[in-house]
């Protein structure tokens, strides 16, 4: 138990569904981080988020739309994605952006089927 | 080209062997860290080192920073079926908040 949450665990939609994933953390933190994780490649960051301001956008598709109403809360809303978007999405987070943004705590991760 | 490469990609060894895996890089770095990931979790943070030539131990495991801080090592001493999982490298360049991973080493350990 590292202290973030994902829901749901496991998720299977088809293209034109839309859906969202859930994260939390109860570690007093300020920063949060969205991961895409494939097969034999490394981890790629998606958004990082800053006492809940967007301060990185890693050139993600619009039909990833993430949202941080609070410092604890995380999500990332899904609409019209493509096959090659099956993945697991991790979310992490760390103490705040910057130098302590080297420590990161992820959650268990979602993983994601588009069929 | 990935910034960061981990040998070997799959490494598989019997209960009771030692075993090292190397993550290299061209680029400077000013922190690197280790994860483990298991199979259906994410990876969780074993070490960070900031210092060229550090060493940092963890019960059997021996974390290496090199003196230029490009490269790091992860030695097993002893390595037990708990061991087994998903060993990631992480890199901070300097100026720069972001981590890059590397694309990991599955280490399998045969009871």
């Known amino acids: 138990e590292t202290g973030v949450t994902q829901t749901p665990r496991h998720l299977v939609m088809g293209m034109t569904n839309k859906k969202s994933l859930k994260c939390e953390q109860h570690?007093?933190?300020?920063?949060m981080y969205w991961y895409k994780q494939s097969a034999k490649k490394p981890l790629e960051l998606m958004f990082v988020?800053?006492?809940?301001?967007?301060?990185e956008n890693n050139s993600v598709p619009s039909r990833f739309s993430p949202e941080c109403p609070n410092s604890s809360h995380l999500f990332l809303h899904l609409h019209t994605l493509q096959p090659e978007d099956s993945a697991l999405y991790l979310c992490?987070?760390?103490?705040?952006?910057?130098?302590?943004?080297?420590?990161?705590?992820f959650g268990p991760g979602t993983r994601l089927t588009v069929t | 080209t990935q910034l960061l490469e981990q040998s070997p990609q799959f490494l598989s060894i019997q209960e009771g062997e030692n075993l090292t895996v190397y993550c290299n890089s061209s680029?400077?770095?000013?922190?690197l860290q280790w994860y483990r990931q298991e199979p259906g979790e994410g990876p969780v943070l074993l070490v960070t080192?900031?210092?060229?030539?550090e060493v940092k131990k963890l019960k059997r495991l021996t974390f290496q920073f090199g003196d230029a801080r490009k490269d790091s090592s992860l030695h097993i001493t002893a390595a037990q079926p708990g061991d087994t999982g998903l060993y990631l490298c992480?890199?901070?360049?300097?100026?720069?908040?972001?981590?890059?991973f590397g694309a990991g080493t599955t280490v399998t350990v045969r009871a």
């Open positions: 992490a987070s760390s103490v705040r952006w910057g130098v302590s943004s080297y420590e990161q705590y």
């Open positions: 570690l007093g933190h300020n920063a």
């Open positions: 988020y800053n006492f809940k301001e967007q301060t």
């Open positions: 680029s400077v770095f000013s922190s």
């Open positions: 080192v900031v210092t060229g030539g």
């Open positions: 992480a890199g901070a360049r300097p100026n720069d908040y972001k981590l890059s």
